[in-house]
């Protein structure tokens, strides 16, 4: 792997590459969340402040459902988003690419808890910093994934003549250089030139072209363009 990405097989069998979001982005959202869910408490607490001791209990109530239920709730029917994650272009799904359900987003978001020892969320984020793809201990035992909801499409790999392999290539092998030649167009020719590096076999053939112009030719070929 050349990054973070996180390539999986849909049920459907479509192939996607996740893009795991990681701390800063998520307690961003997490903050946005917050001040939601405090300027909504305050209003309601105004309200019911007129009904007395049954409004107040009222508020309790109302608490409880939105320090629970808000995330789950909104990540189940919002398209995997509460509004904080939707601001910063995330969304929640199983490791697998499918939409999160009711379990898996109940079970992540009652370990927040967990989480939050022993104060202010620290060991959710040392998890998230130990953890190649940046999950807390909810991810884990949920099987989720916090990711960034943009794709990256395979037009943007840059146009060059095709050629095929010269021997069948693996479907680790075809992600590795299509993963390169979607970076390629932001990387300079010296760095374009050292990440073919760590892909020998593959950058280098029985004829030319050799090294990246090579992998971006065999990317040009498995993305179906023609000569």
């Not at 990681?22 to 946005?32: E, M, Q, S, V």
């Not at 029917?77 to 910063?88: D, H, I, N, V, Y």
Request: net charge positive.
């Amino acid at each position: 792997m050349l990054d973070t990405l996180r390539p999986v097989t849909t049920p459907e069998l479509i192939e996607i590459r996740l893009h795991p979001a990681g701390l800063l982005p998520r307690a961003l959202a997490w903050l946005i969340d917050l001040m939601l869910r405090f300027m909504l408490l305050a209003l309601a607490g105004n309200l019911f402040s007129l009904l007395g001791e049954f409004g107040s209990g009222l508020w309790l109530l109302l608490f409880f459902l939105i320090e629970w239920f808000y995330p789950v709730l909104f990540e189940v029917l919002w398209r995997g988003s509460t509004p904080g994650k939707c601001a910063l272009g995330l969304l929640v799904l199983n490791d697998n690419g499918t939409p999160v359900g009711w379990g898996a987003s109940l079970t992540r978001n009652l370990l927040r808890t967990a989480d939050f020892l022993p104060f202010g969320y620290a060991l959710g984020a040392v998890s998230m910093l130990l953890h190649r793809e940046f999950r807390r201990l909810g991810d884990i035992v949920a099987g989720t994934l916090v990711v960034y909801r943009h794709t990256t499409p395979a037009t943007l790999i840059p146009t060059a003549t095709p050629i095929p392999p010269t021997a069948p290539l693996g479907r680790e092998a075809q992600r590795a250089i299509l993963a390169f030649a979607e970076r390629a167009p932001r990387l300079t020719p010296e760095r374009q030139e050292e990440l073919a590096a760590l892909l020998p076999t593959l950058a280098h053939g029985a004829q030319p072209p050799q090294g990246a112009a090579r992998l971006l030719r065999l990317a040009n070929h498995l993305i179906g363009r023609q000569a």
